[in-house]
């Protein structure tokens, strides 16, 4: 048992590093104006991410929180599915 809260609070140190780091890194919010999002992502993907696809890079690098928001919820509740229809043994 002691073995599984030392992995656990080693995971989560984990876990809080990247997001602080994460934090630090981001574009100031507002940085460029929400009007000239949609021509800054065109003329500014290829340099800033390294992508061709803007999609892609709109999901991964730009709004990386959001789709890192949406993973974590959907790890949760499939984590959740199977601890409760886990079988146990007797």
Do not use: C, W
Request: hydrophobic fraction near 50%; glycine fraction near 10%.
């Amino acid at each position: 048992m002691e073995k599984r809260i030392i992995a656990g609070a080693l995971v989560l140190g984990i876990v809080a590093v990247f997001f602080l780091f994460s934090v630090l890194l981001i574009h100031p919010f507002g940085d460029p104006g929400q009007a000239q999002m949609d021509d800054y992502i065109i003329t500014h993907t290829q340099n800033e991410t390294g992508t061709q696809n803007g999609v892609t890079s709109v999901v991964f690098d730009y709004r990386g929180f959001d789709t890192l928001g949406e993973a974590t919820i959907l790890f949760s509740a499939v984590t959740g599915v199977l601890l409760i229809f886990r079988r146990v043994r007797h």
